[in-house]
Structure formats: structure tokens, C-alpha cells
């Protein structure tokens, strides 16, 4: 896939439960760059925010894809994951990373 094509897509991630509300995103920028921006909230009430520089999309959304699946996996949850296309489109994707499935949890 061409890289103007690909950074033009912001993917959510999301692992919730009673313990854990987490709420990332890769967000496109400049030059086939992305940055990662999100939060975190757990059952005691603690806030995190998470962000990065930006970097090359496909790099950041495996670190964040790999963040996420640990987390769920510790917290007993699945990942959920959009993608959708920033110019409007009606084409996005959405899935349940389930825990059971071997490539994601």
C-alpha cells in the first residue's frame, strides 16, 4: 500500500473492563507519519495519557497493537480496533482482537 494511502487511516484502539479503561489512537500526520495519543484509567481512579513522537505508521501501530494485547491479556479483556479513513470515507474496519485468537492476544 502506497504510504500517502496508508497514513491516510487513524486506527483506535480500546481494552475496557471493570479495571482498566485504555483509549489509544494513532493519529495520521506528515510524511507518512503517524503519532500515538490516548489515555488510561484504572479501577483506583489513576489517569495516564500516553503519546509519542511522530514516527513511521506501521512501526508505531505494531508497538501499540503489541501494548495493547498485553494489557488485555493481564486484565482478562480483548482488544478492540477501528480503522477508519480520515478524508471521510465509508470505508473502515472494524474488529474484536478476541484473546483466543493466537494472532493478537
Known sequence: MPADTENSYTETFIVWNDDINLVGALIPRTNSRSAVCGT???KNGK???ISSQPNDCKILHERL???CRCIAKF???NV??????VAGS??????LLRKEHHCFN
Open 80 to 85: 478492540l480496533y477501528r480503522r477508519r479513513r
Open 40 to 42: 488510561i484509567k484504572f
Open 90 to 95: 465509508v470505508n473502515d474496519t472494524s474488529a
Open 75 to 77: 486484565y482478562g479483556t
Open 47 to 49: 489517569k495516564l495519557s
Open 65 to 67: 497493537m503489541l501494548v
